[in-house]
């Protein structure tokens, strides 16, 4: 009996540590040592002085990739992805989390893999294992927010995107009264309107890494109808999935991690003012 409760007192911290909140958070080794709010500040410290960056092109269809979980380690995806990226003329890329393990030699190996920032913008978010070991001071040095938003102006109009951090499982209440804010004050400015962050709101299978609160689902469900938001790109469950909610599409994107057999990653193409998706393999 005593071997049996120490076991399930084990599977029962473990659980704690990979799941986190505001009120409550496990801290150091596999969690963030900062909550969502600390470094929500710290992105918002950031964001004041670097302002949001415009994406302008010539033409009203133009593409902008994304990938999650590469959960660099080995790099041979990796760079796949970034030349399929330049040589599609891509006016922009989002990492949606979890693209190294926390390490701060994964970060670095990231980091030196990537193309000038002049050729190919990128922009990234802070996923659950990327705060791992005390990763979040090393993703702030080298990309400095995980809360902000930038646009893409065509000659048409010009298009909202919004990244947000769910590193720790929960956008927080800080974090999610930004967000309507923004969308109340600048939503109608702009065409189209796209949310990325890591953790996925709709699952396909049970998991127990970081799920988001059934409250905040709801809330962010109200907030995608209210504001019309177009789409939400995430990662995290490491299986691809499409669900339309309302008139909001949610896409999950799967893992471009070397070690899965089906590696894909997210084209997501603006043509004449609508969107199209598309999987493709890095094979």
Avoid at 39 to 47: G, L, P
Avoid at 179 to 197: D, G, M, P, S, V
Avoid at 259 to 280: A, E, M, R, V, W
Wanted: one cysteine or more; hydrophobic letters at 40%; proline letters at 2%.
């Amino acid at each position: 009996m005593e071997i049996i409760m120490k076991k399930a007192g084990f599977v029962f911290m473990i659980m704690l540590s990979l799941t986190a909140c505001e009120k409550f958070e496990i801290r150091g080794f596999v969690t963030a040592y900062e909550q969502v709010n600390e470094r929500f500040d710290q992105s918002m410290d950031w964001n004041a002085e670097h302002p949001y960056r415009e994406i302008v092109v010539d033409e009203d269809d133009y593409s902008i990739f994304s990938m999650g979980d590469s959960h660099v380690g080995s790099t041979r995806n990796l760079d796949i992805f970034f030349n399929e990226c330049i040589s599609a003329g891509a006016a922009a890329v989002v990492f949606a989390g979890d693209f190294t393990t926390g390490h701060t030699e994964d970060y670095d190996l990231f980091y030196s893999h990537l193309p000038d920032h002049e050729v190919l913008p990128y922009f990234a978010i802070v996923g659950n294992h990327d705060l791992y070991f005390d990763g979040w001071k090393k993703f702030q040095q080298l990309f400095g927010t995980s809360s902000y938003m930038f646009t893409v102006k065509t000659p048409a109009a010009t298009d909202l995107f919004i990244c947000l951090d769910s590193g720790s499982g929960t956008l927080g209440s800080a974090q999610i009264q930004w967000l309507k804010n923004l969308l109340k004050e600048e939503r109608q400015a702009y065409r189209n309107c796209i949310l990325f962050t890591h953790n996925n709101l709709f699952r396909i299978r049970r998991t127990f890494s970081t799920n988001p609160f059934v409250e905040e689902i709801r809330e962010l469900a109200d907030v995608c109808v209210r504001y019309e938001i177009d789409m939400v790109i995430t990662g995290h469950d490491h299986q691809r999935n499409v669900v339309t909610f309302g008139n909001t599409v949610h896409v999950t994107m799967d893992a471009l991690e070397d070690i899965n057999k089906d590696p894909t990653y997210l084209k997501l193409n603006i043509n004449q003012g609508q969107l199209l998706y598309q999987f493709s393999s890095v094979q």
